[in-house]
Every structure is written in structure tokens, then in C-alpha cells.
Nanobody, 123 residues
Framework: VQLQASGGGLVQAGGSLRLSCVASGRAVSNNGMAWFRQDAGKEREFVGG????????FYADSVKGRFTVSRDYAKNTVYLQMNSLEPEDTAVYYC?????????????????WGRGTQVTVSS
């Protein structure tokens, strides 16, 4: 499976960005998909995801109410809409495919990882 993320960039605090991630090479329609992020010197952390059972979404407390994960199964694409961005959201964002239909919050629960897209939020 190849995961190609796009939509990152530089934005001022309070602004918005929408990340997209297209999956190709193998069907992932039965798997959950999620986003992680990692800033320099920090551990990779769960941001949000969407399960395959009921398309229920899950979020880290730090982004709840500001970020929204959605998925277009016909396009094999998962999105991350990020609003009210803060400098603390600066990181490389990774699109990931779960080993199951569910959304674990640890990195070990994911089989495939994209190369990441940089998001930088200036104050």
C-alpha cells in the first residue's frame, strides 16, 4: 500500500489547512485510517482517525473540536480538516492504515505509513 499525503504548508495561527491522503496499491476499505504527527525532538502522537465499523471518529484531546477526520471510500482517500491552528500543531503529519477496522492510539496498531507532510503554524 502506498499512501500519498498532501495539503501541508505554512499558515498563521488561527488559520486552517486540509490534508488529504490517497491510498493505492491494495484495497484498504476494510481498515481504519488515521493521522499521526511528529514534531522535532518529540514522540510520534495520535491525532485522529476513523474506523471502518461505523465510520466513528476519534481524536486526541489536544485537537478535539478543531480537527475533523473524514473519508471517501470511493476515492480511497482520508482527510484531515484542521481549523483554529496553533503553533503547537506544527509537525510532520502522517497518514496511516490500521491493521484492523479499529483505531488504536498507539503506533503499533498501524501497518502502513505515508511519508508525511509538513504543517507549520506561525504565531
Amino acid at each position: 500500500v502506498q499512501l500519498q499525503a498532501s495539503g501541508g504548508g505554512l499558515v498563521q495561527a488561527g488559520g486552517s489547512l486540509r490534508l488529504s491522503c490517497v491510498a493505492s496499491g491494495r484495497a484498504v476499505s476494510n481498515n481504519g485510517m488515521a493521522w499521526f504527527r511528529q514534531d522535532a525532538g518529540k514522540e510520534r502522537e495520535f491525532v485522529g482517525g476513523i474506523n471502518r465499523i461505523s465510520s466513528t471518529t476519534f481524536y486526541a484531546d489536544s485537537v478535539k473540536g478543531r480537527f475533523t477526520v473524514s473519508r471517501d471510500y470511493a476515492k480511497n482517500t482520508v482527510y484531515l480538516q484542521m481549523n483554529s491552528l496553533e503553533p503547537e500543531d506544527t509537525a510532520v503529519y502522517y497518514c496511516v492504515v490500521s491493521r484492523t477496522p479499529y483505531i488504536p492510539k498507539h503506533t503499533g496498531g498501524y501497518t502502513y505509513w505515508g511519508r508525511g507532510t509538513q504543517v507549520t503554524v506561525s504565531s
